[in-house]
């Protein structure tokens, strides 16, 4: 399968890059986009973007000042990541799309979702942040780093920690704050698409009590759980992230390959 094309797309000023898979399985609508955590990159979704990329026309996006984009002058809020996602989807040509987040990219596809409802079919939050009953920056440090010791693979770590320090320490902190402030539990009850929450079953960082309440919270919500991995959920167990998804969306999955994961 050939390499996504990269794309720079520049909104309101920002720019970003957009990973592209178009017309690989017929241009299949609605598209995937994907999009990153705090302080990484399109990287570690690539195991998932090849996966869909066989079905669907997927996207993963770089965010303005994050990967190897240039860095914004200012620290940008929920909703401007939003706004850039949508805008460059928009220059693309894709007037529909399923969303699919990790971490604090749930956030960012939560705003998005908001923002222009009619332009998002589902909505996917894989390991979403942050669990108000765990709202302090200590406590999420501890989780992550409980998750990075005993759930990760030795290349999720190796691409999650390699992006940390391109981002720089002074621009993850930054966003940081933005992150610990988003209330995604309260902003899920407005989201009109259909909302599929993954989350690893050994994830400390996302845990089951939060992934079911967020399930329950969405008007129309469904919580998949996959064994044997942590908060990385799409790049340790990818293939089992790509059936949960096609089969949410009514994508369909490829006719030879069974679904996986524990859906709840």
């Given at each position: 399968?050939?390499?996504?094309?990269?794309?720079?797309?520049?909104?309101?000023?920002?720019?970003?890059?957009?990973?592209?898979?178009?017309?690989?399985?017929?241009?299949?609508?609605?598209?995937?986009?994907?999009?990153?955590?705090?302080?990484?990159?399109?990287?570690?979704?690539?195991?998932?973007?090849?996966?869909?990329?066989?079905?669907?026309?997927?996207?993963?996006?770089?965010?303005?000042?994050?990967?190897?984009?240039?860095?914004?002058?200012?620290?940008?809020?929920?909703?401007?990541?939003?706004?850039?996602?949508?805008?460059?989807?928009?220059?693309?040509?894709?007037?529909?799309?399923?969303?699919?987040?990790?971490?604090?990219?749930?956030?960012?596809?939560?705003?998005?979702?908001?923002?222009?409802?009619?332009?998002?079919?589902?909505?996917?939050?894989?390991?979403?942040?942050?669990?108000?009953?765990?709202?302090?920056?200590?406590?999420?440090?501890?989780?992550?780093?409980?998750?990075?010791?005993?759930?990760?693979?030795?290349?999720?770590?190796?691409?999650?920690?390699?992006?940390?320090l391109r981002c720089g320490p002074v621009w993850?902190?930054?966003?940081?704050?933005?992150?610990?402030?988003?209330?995604?539990?309260?902003?899920?009850?407005?989201?009109?698409?259909?909302?599929?929450?993954?989350?690893?079953?050994?994830?400390?960082?996302?845990?089951?009590?939060?992934?079911?309440?967020?399930?329950?919270?969405?008007?129309?919500?469904?919580?998949?759980?996959?064994?044997?991995?942590?908060?990385?959920?799409?790049?340790?167990?990818?293939?089992e992230v790509r059936d949960g998804i096609l089969?949410?969306?009514?994508?369909?999955?490829?006719?030879?390959?069974?679904?996986?994961?524990?859906?709840?």
């Amino acid at each position: 399968m050939r390499e996504p094309v990269r794309l720079e797309i520049s909104v309101a000023g920002h720019a970003g890059h957009v990973f592209a898979s178009r017309g690989m399985a017929g241009g299949s609508a609605p598209a995937v986009v994907l999009i990153h955590g705090i302080g990484t990159s399109h990287r570690y979704l690539r195991r998932l973007h090849r996966l869909l990329a066989g079905s669907v026309e997927t996207y993963s996006i770089d965010l303005p000042g994050f990967g190897a984009t240039p860095r914004p002058r200012n620290t940008l809020s929920i909703a401007a990541h939003a706004r850039y996602i949508l805008g460059a989807m928009e220059q693309l040509g894709v007037p529909e799309f399923v969303l699919a987040g990790h971490s604090m990219g749930t956030q960012f596809a939560t705003e998005a979702a908001l923002q222009e409802p009619g332009r998002i079919s589902n909505l996917v939050l894989m390991g979403p942040v942050v669990d108000p009953r765990r709202g302090t920056v200590a406590q999420q440090a501890l989780a992550l780093g409980r998750d990075c010791l005993f759930y990760e693979s030795p290349s999720s770590n190796a691409l999650v920690f390699s992006d940390y320090l391109r981002c720089g320490p002074v621009w993850y902190f930054k966003t940081l704050r933005v992150m610990m402030e988003y209330p995604l539990e309260q902003k899920i009850t407005g989201v009109s698409a259909p909302v599929l929450v993954v989350r690893g079953a050994n994830d400390p960082v996302a845990d089951a009590d939060w992934g079911r309440r967020l399930a329950g919270l969405a008007r129309r919500g469904r919580l998949q759980q996959v064994q044997g991995t942590g908060h990385v959920v799409q790049h340790n167990r990818a293939l089992e992230v790509r059936d949960g998804i096609l089969a949410f969306t009514g994508l369909g999955a490829p006719a030879a390959e069974p679904l996986h994961g524990n859906p709840a």
